[in-house]
Structures are given as C-alpha cells and as structure tokens.
C-alpha cells in the first residue's frame, strides 16, 4: 500500500518559516492537501491540490509539490499556527493520510 | 452555512458493532459534486480514512476496512451513517465526518467536531 512520511516534528521561532515535509514515491505526479486538527476542534483543510489556499486561509500557508516530496510552508509563523499538520493524497482510489507533522512554535 | 455533526455511542463492546451518523445541517447531502466520508483518528495516532459516499449509494471504502464496513445515506433525514462491524481495541478512535469535494481528485473540505468512541467491555 502507498505511504507518505512526514518529520514527527518541526520547530519554528515566532516570525520565521516554517516547512512541513511529506514524502511518498512519485508523489509528484499526484495532487497533495494538507489538514489542521486541533483537539476539540473540526479539522482544517489549509492546501489542497498541492498550492491552492481555500477561502479564509491566511496567505502565509503555501504549498509545493514536486517529485517525491511535497512541501507545506508557513510564512512568519505565529503562535496560533502550532498544531498537528497532515499531508494526504490519492492512490487506487483510496485516500491515504501522512502520519502526522506535530509543530512548535517556540 | 454548511455543518456537520457527529452522533451515536461512545462506548461499544468487542465483536459488536459500531454506528455513528453525521447529520448535515445549512446543505442538501444531495448535492452533486459532494462525497462524504467517514475519518477516523486513533489517541495518539494519525488519521485514517475509513470510506466516503455519494448520494446515489455509490460507495468507496479503505481496502484495510473493507470488509467490515458499510456507509450508508438516507436522503430524506440528510444523514450519512458508518456501520463498523467486529470491533476490537484497536477501532477506538475518534470518527469525523467530512464533505468530500472534487472531480477527479478530492478534498475533505468540511469536516465535523468528531466523536470518540471506546471500544471496551
């Protein structure tokens, strides 16, 4: 079955950047979107189809997709943007989820 | 605006069944151009997805899951339901429901506040 891998981790000081690896074979070739849970909280969908920000997104979040790593990139980081980040694409029909990015920002 | 919500026990024993609906409140489930899925988040673990539908019944599951799970629509009440069969420890979780957009590529754009389920005698 397809895999995707992410850092189980990123730190990141208040202000600067941050990215978020997601790697997977030829994921390159696929379209990647990226998700915000927070506890108690409705997941957020922050990247999808690789770059495109949905609407209400602030524009620091980018993303970039090429070979086998997709990249989601924070911009002047700020407090609010610690949580866990998920990458997640399509194989077969079948929606596959990184493991999951826990990032600090401290 | 379009919401989602979460609803059935929060405890199942092992070897039975568990039953979750998402009730879809601001939007039609009938809507063309939408799926919806059922996500699940084990404590500590990553996500996983468990299936999505689309509103004529047609059906789409995790080759993992398939053959103990069964998502099912019912139009008139705008409700979308997970059937998980045979539950262990290991289908503790807490389930989302999400609208799944897209042609041929698909995002889970909306999702549910999620509910935990423990599976525990």
């Known amino acids: 079955s397809y895999e995707l891998t992410q850092p189980p981790s990123v730190s990141v000081s208040p202000g600067q950047t941050a990215s978020i690896t997601c790697s997977g074979d030829k994921l390159g070739n696929k379209y990647v979107s990226w998700y915000q849970p927070k506890p108690g909280q409705s997941p957020v969908l922050v990247i999808y189809q690789n770059s495109k920000r949905p609407s209400g997104i602030p524009e620091r979040f980018s993303g970039s997709n090429s070979g086998h790593t997709a990249t989601l990139t924070i911009s002047g980081t700020q407090a609010m943007d610690e949580a866990d980040y998920y990458c997640q694409a399509w194989d077969s029909s079948t929606a596959v989820f990184g493991g999951g990015t826990k990032l600090t920002v401290l | 605006q379009v919401q989602l919500q979460e609803s059935g026990p929060g405890l199942v024993k092992p070897s039975e069944t568990l039953s979750l609906t998402c009730t879809v409140s601001?939007?039609?489930?009938?809507?063309?151009?939408?799926?919806w899925s059922w996500i699940r988040q084990p404590p500590g673990k990553g996500l996983e997805w468990i299936g999505y539908i689309f509103y004529s019944g047609i059906t789409n599951y995790n080759p993992s899951l398939k053959s103990r799970v069964t998502i099912s629509v019912d139009t008139s009440k705008n409700q979308f339901s997970l059937n998980l069969r045979s539950v262990t420890a290991a289908d503790t979780a807490v389930y989302f429901c999400a609208r799944t957009v897209g042609t041929s590529v698909y995002e889970f754009d909306l999702w549910g506040q999620g509910t935990l389920v423990t599976v525990s005698s």
């Open positions: 601001g939007g039609s489930v009938s809507s063309g151009g939408f799926y």
